[in-house]
């Protein structure tokens, strides 16, 4: 149900697009005249809309135009999306005196390279270890052998253990699309499969449905899906739980042994993206009087490597607290796991008994109760109310009387003062927050990716287009009788309505370049990612390198975070409601 575009060109060369006008024709109503004067006139808003809106990028675009009702009247961002910080809390960094960073994907990030290195090292694993057929990694007369696809997997997404579908949730934990190999799931199989209403029940939810949720699992979700496929497409008879068992046996394989971490370590140059900010963020927090903490589930001869590729040999002086091997989320759930001391000359880990961590030195395993008891940092003049995710009073305090009850741990480590950035929802930020109350921020580079895309002339058009035929769809619907039931004309001029919205909802997800769409939305809801994002997480950012643009003691400000429709029409109707261009009612009068 997707749109189509035409291209041309102008004298000038410019590649230019533009959407058929069937694609915005509206129905009459064979008899009301009253939703025909409705449609009449919005009609006529569509086709200025779309005979007006420059489908290529121009340089004047971000000018304002008050004859144009296509331009977006918000006030301006001081920084773009890419190097912006996006608070759900009122988060105050001055009360913060202890940051802590993952390593993976946070401080350091990864060339898209990697994902077929790890992709092509599980297959490799598949076909030598569980004997899957050869071709599958070298290919055969009429086909190369399979490799790690970029544009179809996204974070967010489970992967149903049973059937091995590759599934997107809604944040009502709906099931809103699968893909059974590269095939899409019919609405029909979806119900069938998922109980008449695409929803498992929480505990059926959680033995089916593997969450793939952090960087590294993309090229997880594609080889379950080119595994199946491949098996469909030769006609190969397959147990789809018995293969996505054995993907993930091999990824997790693949992850264990070290081999993708020794080749990044030999060329960092080609695995690491460059972090130019790196130091300056490490550097501004130390100077402003901030203990850090690096916790990390990589060995220490990897992280070592890493670190000191970016931040040189002397890395380990910036940090207070330096553990690897974390064995993150155990780290958080479990309460009596000691820490071991690493050599950091031969990498061995010692046999003695930790009772102290000390700057500088390298520990494994342990946990949050352990850094507790082996940290003498003592509470000063410190809040619990470092954030607000109950949407309290943004300068609530705490009195010290109450502090120790909040903290019985007596170790500020147990509160809101210590901020955690990762970029893994459930195996660095879920258990912080939920378990021990700490200020959280996720690395979330798909924020900066995806504000490019809804900031083309492209999306806003169809985002535009939506709106309208929306806005007209209740319009309608006011026109209609209301003391008659309902003619099979009202019926279909409200179901082609909505065919419309739907085949422009359709060509937007598209827009994004993979089947899913955007990370943040399961079609036209937002997603259970998005969802887990807004509930666990303070903050979130596309970099790390974002921190820069901020001062250590900056105040993080949520926006208005309404969620019923009738807060958002109270926006709306005030004139500030940025999520549509324009009231439809004003411009029909």
């Not at 490799?124 to 599958?136: A, G, I």
């Not at 594609?222 to 098996?231: K, M, N, P, R």
């Not at 937002?526 to 250590?552: E, I, K």
């Amino acid at each position: 149900m997707e749109t189509t575009t035409s291209e041309y060109r102008t004298k000038d060369g410019e590649r230019v697009f533009h959407y058929p006008k069937e694609d915005i024709r509206l129905p009459v109503h064979p008899t009301n005249t009253e939703v025909n004067s409705v449609l009449s006139k919005t009609q006529e808003v569509l086709d200025y809309l779309h005979e007006t809106a420059p489908l290529q990028h121009n340089d004047n675009d971000d000018k304002h135009d008050d004859s144009n009702p296509s331009k977006i009247k918000t006030p301006k961002r001081t920084l773009s999306p890419t190097d912006e910080i996006f608070a759900n809390s009122y988060v105050d960094l001055g009360r913060v005196n202890t940051v802590g960073f993952d390593f993976d994907y946070t401080l350091v990030t990864y060339t898209p390279l990697l994902l077929s290195v790890i992709y092509d090292m599980a297959l490799e694993r598949l076909v030598n270890k569980k004997q899957y057929p050869k071709e599958m990694w070298y290919g055969d007369r009429s086909t190369n052998g399979m490799t790690f696809d970029p544009t179809f997997s996204i974070r967010g997404l489970a992967v149903d253990l049973h059937n091995g579908w590759i599934c997107q949730l809604s944040y009502t934990h709906h099931v809103s699309m699968a893909w059974f190999g590269r095939e899409k799931v019919g609405r029909g199989a979806l119900m069938r499969e998922y109980s008449g209403k695409r929803k498992l029940i929480p505990a059926e939810r959680k033995k089916r449905l593997k969450p793939l949720n952090d960087l590294f699992s993309m090229a997880e979700c594609c080889l379950i899906a080119d595994t199946v496929e491949y098996f469909k497409r030769k006609g190969i008879p397959f147990c789809p739980q018995s293969a996505v068992s054995d993907v993930l046996g091999a990824i997790g394989e693949t992850h264990m042994s070290g081999d993708f971490h020794r080749l990044v370590a030999l060329h960092p140059e080609k695995y690491f993206e460059g972090s130019d900010h790196l130091g300056q963020v490490i550097k501004s927090l130390k100077d402003a009087g901030k203990r850090l903490i690096f916790v990390s589930n990589s060995p220490f001869w990897y992280v070592d490597a890493g670190m000191t590729y970016f931040l040189g040999k002397d890395w380990r002086t910036l940090w207070d607290v330096i553990i690897v091997s974390a064995g993150k989320p155990r780290f958080y759930t479990e309460d009596s796991r000691p820490f071991r001391e690493v050599s950091t000359t031969s990498g061995r880990v010692k046999f003695k008994k930790v009772d102290k961590l000390e700057p500088g030195e390298v520990y494994t395993e342990g946990c949050l109760k352990e850094l507790t008891k082996c940290l003498d940092w003592n509470i000063v003049n410190q809040s619990p109310s470092l954030s607000s995710t109950d949407d309290d009073d943004i300068h609530e305090t705490t009195p010290p009387s109450e502090m120790d009850m909040n903290n019985p741990s007596g170790s500020i480590l147990a509160s809101p003062n210590v901020l955690y950035i990762g970029d893994s929802l459930f195996a660095d930020l879920v258990d912080a927050k939920r378990e021990f109350g700490w200020t959280t921020a996720a690395v979330t580079p798909e924020v900066a990716y995806e504000s490019d895309i809804q900031n083309t002339p492209r999306y806003v058009l169809t985002q535009q287009t939506i709106d309208v035929i929306l806005d007209c769809l209740r319009l309608v619907q006011g026109a209609f009788d209301k003391d008659k039931a309902r003619s099979e004309e009202d019926v279909r001029v409200l179901d082609e309505m909505e065919f419309m919205v739907s085949k422009w909802r359709g060509e937007q997800m598209s827009l994004h370049g993979n089947p899913f769409g955007s990370i943040f939305r399961s079609k036209y809801q937002p997603s259970l990612f998005a969802h887990s994002l807004r509930r666990y997480c303070d903050l979130y950012m596309s970099s790390v390198g974002n921190l820069r643009n901020y001062s250590p003691q900056h105040r993080f400000y949520p926006d208005d975070a309404r969620l019923l429709s009738h807060e958002i029409r109270g926006r709306k109707n005030l004139g500030y409601y940025a999520g549509e261009c324009w009231d439809l009612e004003d411009l029909l009068d």
